[in-house]
């Protein structure tokens, strides 16, 4: 079995692909991830890349999404911790990289600078290794 984290653009990309998880993999990810999906499908919709409709019935698939979603006294030290390293100025993206540190075998991120700062952190992988 294996755990992916993965970031709110993932989620969304899953979402928008329809395909199922692959057999025996399970997702985790921080807390915050259903703020950040609800803003990215909102800033869609007002920028006129994505119907409304669809918006919202994506922000609803995001609620139903089998993942497991941590904001633990652990992990939020951890992304602390991690933010100070890389020298980010805020600690949202740390929370993902946290998360995939403590609880994840593989972080799954359409973000490039949460990619980045997994370089040397923790195991990256593509998006395509969910479904197999």
Known sequence: MTRFAIDAPTALRLLADGRPLGAGHSLVAPSVLR?????????????????????????????????????????????WKLAAQLGWEDTPLAEYLAVAVLQADALVAEDARLLAGAQGVVAVAEFEELMK
């Open 35 to 79: 703020s950040h999906a609800l803003s990215y499908l909102y800033r869609a919709v007002r920028e006129g890349t994505l119907d409304e409709k669809l918006g919202r019935a994506r922000l609803e698939g995001v609620a139903e999404l089998k993942i497991r979603l941590l904001g633990d006294r652990v992990s939020r030290a951890t992304a």
